[in-house]
């Protein structure tokens, strides 16, 4: 159980397009969508938190209108990285939980390279 | 702000011999610690996980212990296989509240 599916797994892309990634829970309800990025060898950077029908909630630092986030229903989440240009690059991954005292789960990743 | 400070940050050992890593957390209102294991490239899954108002978990080659007076929780791993080697990540979180933090992360290396 608590299978989180994420979509792509790696982009290649110009410089000053824009990428949609999906983020689903698969057999439960995402109460909580949580963004990550994660860069080599380093921790999890939390971008943003979302709650299912509000405006998630961006980390000190991050750029709301630079990383677009959706979460319009319990099992989807995406993170919209609008004209992206090559210091975007890097490793998305979204994680979701249920209720607040259960662990979060983790989709695969996004591997993101902006030429 | 809450901060979880993760050592080591690398951690080579035998395969067979006993692993074990250290988290202390800076937020006393922490009632809940999940660790998860990330191998390169993939997803962090979690392995094991305590709560408050226990002292110890245990579940086969893995145990997690927690002091919550010294605000401490370590991960131990015995018996190491090759295949534990990854990166291992902490983390800590107030089951009222929307985050978690994180650990920097250990990376273990199991060597046959």
């Known amino acids: 159980g608590a299978v989180v599916s994420q979509h792509p797994s790696w982009v290649i892309c110009k410089s000053g397009t824009s990428v949609k990634i999906e983020c689903r829970s698969l057999d439960f309800q995402a109460t909580t969508m949580f963004w990550y990025r994660q860069f080599p060898k380093q921790s999890l950077m939390l971008m943003a938190t979302s709650n299912e029908g509000s405006k998630a909630t961006y980390e000190q630092g991050v750029e709301k209108d630079k990383f677009l986030i959706n979460h319009a229903s319990l099992t989807l989440s995406t993170l919209t990285v609008t004209s992206a240009h090559p210091e975007d690059s890097s490793f998305y991954i979204c994680?979701?939980?249920?209720?607040?005292?259960?662990?979060?789960?983790f989709g695969d990743g996004t591997r993101l390279s902006i030429l | 702000g809450e901060n979880v400070e993760q050592h080591p940050s690398t951690l080579s050992v035998q395969e067979g011999d006993s692993a074990v890593i250290k988290c202390t957390y800076s937020d006393s209102a922490s009632n809940y610690f999940p660790w998860y294991k990330q191998e390169l490239g993939k997803r962090p899954q979690l392995i094991i996980d305590?709560?408050?108002?226990?002292g110890e978990k245990k579940d086969q080659r893995i145990a997690v212990t927690l002091n919550k007076t010294a605000k401490h929780f370590s991960l131990h791993i015995t018996e190491t296989q090759p295949e534990d080697s990854a990166v291992y990540f902490c983390?800590?979180?107030?089951?009222?509240?929307?985050?978690?933090?994180f650990g920097a992360g250990t990376r273990l290396f199991v060597k046959a």
């Open positions: 994680s979701a939980r249920d209720l607040e005292d259960q662990p979060q789960h």
């Open positions: 983390a800590a979180m107030y089951t009222g509240g929307f985050k978690t933090i």
């Open positions: 305590i709560r408050s108002n226990v």
